[in-house]
Nanobody, 124 residues
Framework: QVQLVESGGGSVQAGGSLRLSCQYT?????MGWFRQAPGKEREGVAS?????????KYVDSVKGRFTISKDNAKNTLHLQMDSLKPEDTAMYYC???????????????????WGQGTQVTVSS
């Protein structure tokens, strides 16, 4: 069982930055960030695998603005969010996949462990 605890959410004006953190109790090869806005389905934002040199994936809407990073020495996953937009407003969740290798897609059904979420609000 892997426990995940997110932090770093808050309120910021458009154009600002936030850095989310996710503390995990044990490492898994694939971890990601998802978000869910009110009335919308949960969507994958970014993922990173320990394989393939730390390959990352991003949803198109955040490419060039968000950066995912995984520090296995500190058991922490980060999401640096720059140039935030009002449409980034959502609850952000950290997630992890059980196992030792393989794909690391931005599909919520692929993930086995979830944090409780941290709220990000971006005002215009």
């Amino acid at each position: 069982q892997v426990q995940l605890v997110e932090s770093g959410g808050g309120s910021v004006q458009a154009g600002g930055s936030l850095r989310l953190s996710c503390q995990y109790t044990s490492n898994t090869y694939c971890m990601g960030w998802f978000r869910q806005a009110p009335g919308k389905e949960r969507e994958g934002v970014a993922s990173q695998t320990d394989n393939y040199g730390g390959r990352t994936k991003y949803v198109d809407s955040v490419k060039g603005r968000f950066t995912i990073s995984k520090d296995n020495a500190k058991n922490t996953l980060h999401l640096q969010m720059d140039s935030l937009k009002p449409e980034d407003t959502a609850m952000y969740y950290c997630a992890a996949v059980r196992g030792v290798g393989g794909a690391c897609p931005l599909m919520q059904g692929f993930y086995d462990y979830w944090g409780q979420g941290t709220q990000v609000t971006v005002s215009s």
